[in-house]
């Protein structure tokens, strides 16, 4: 039987708590561990190569390649991209509220738009929040919202969810 990508973005949105990431991870410095490291000032970008860390409060990102783009000296876009790591996916993880949801994600390609709260996840895309879990070729995740939209891509396959009743 097959979904509606509709459908399936409703569900997610009901499975998923309206949540933003802790907003003091904001105002906490950024750490980065590389290899190798430019960083181009005048344009607002710096490229990590190399086993890359990111840290920042509880949001950590692990990839081959990370490129991080800054407007006006605030963070805008982190996009991180692997080949050789585990699985060759790079992986983005983030605690959403004082409760100590972790969202944990993973993909070949992984783009953090910062200042609008979302995330795209591209290639083998996977996405974890407590016991739900989300997978297809493309992810998109509205972290303010707590929306997930699936897609499987060109390749027809097929997306993929386990959602878990919530306990009262």
């Known amino acids: 039987m097959k979904f509606p ?3 399936i973005a409703f569900i997610a949105f009901l ?6 990431a802790i907003e003091s991870d904001q105002k906490q410095p950024i750490r980065i561990q590389a290899d190798t490291a430019v960083i181009k000032e ?3 970008v710096s490229i990590y190569k190399g086993d890359v860390l990111i840290v920042q ?3 950590e990102i692990r990839a081959d390649n990370v490129e991080i783009t800054t407007i006006n000296e605030n963070l805008s876009k982190i996009v991180a991209k692997s080949t050789s790591l585990s699985e060759g996916l790079a992986k983005y993880k983030q605690r959403l509220d004082e ?6 994600a993973e993909a070949q390609q992984i783009s953090y738009l910062v ?3 979302l995330l795209h996840l591209s ?3 996977k996405l974890k929040q407590r016991s739900d879990f989300f997978s297809g070729e493309l992810l998109y995740y509205d972290i303010r919202r707590g929306i997930v939209n699936l897609d499987s891509g060109e390749t027809k396959g097929r997306v993929n969810m386990t959602i878990t009743p919530r306990q009262n």
Do not use: C, R
């Open 15 to 20: 499975a998923s708590p309206i949540g933003v």
């Open 99 to 104: 409760k100590e949801d972790m969202v944990f």
């Open 42 to 44: 005048n344009k607002g």
């Open 57 to 59: 409060g509880t949001l």
């Open 5 to 7: 990508i509709s459908f």
């Open 115 to 117: 200042q609008e709260g």
């Open 123 to 125: 290639g083998n895309a």
